[in-house]
């Protein structure tokens, strides 16, 4: 039997490119943080911005390293890396929450929060689903006589 990593190749592409759109996202805004002309490194708020960011940045790449390589407890580590990337939305809501009063912004960022958790949460269910496949090549050797 052999263990195929994830259910199908449909929820390892989607976890893929999922993970590059975000990398990609992630790096782009961390870039425009840094690079913006009102940054300064004495506004704690940006700074946690960029740490954020940053963080984000290192959490998608590894994830994209995993499902490339591939490891055998692959499954296992990338819902920790997805884990971490819920546990920094929901700081990342934080931050952002606190900025904004009654604001059309706090919905914004209430449904933000609320998408990204449940894709990362249906990522570690469905990753967690083995799908078990036989492979009969043995059974077909047996009994064939090895000349």
């Known amino acids: ?41 004495t506004d704690k708020e940006q700074l946690k911005e960029i740490i954020l960011y940053f963080g984000y940045s290192i959490i998608y790449f590894i994830a994209l390293i995993l499902l490339i390589i591939k490891p055998p407890k692959g499954i296992f580590y990338l819902n920790i890396i997805y884990s971490l990337a819920i546990l920094f939305n929901f700081n990342d809501f934080i931050i952002h929450y606190s900025k904004y009063a009654e604001s059309i912004h706090r919905v914004v960022y209430i449904v933000l929060i609320i998408i990204f958790t449940l894709v990362f949460a249906s990522f570690i269910y469905l990753n967690n689903k083995k799908k078990f496949k036989i492979d009969f090549l043995e059974l077909e050797e047996i009994g064939k006589h090895k000349e």
Not at 3 to 28: D, G, P
């Open 1 to 41: 039997m052999k263990r195929n990593i994830f259910k199908s190749k449909k929820l390892y592409f989607t976890n893929i490119i999922f993970n590059i759109i975000l990398l990609i996202v992630s790096i782009l805004s961390l870039k425009t943080l840094i690079f913006s002309k009102a940054y300064s490194f």
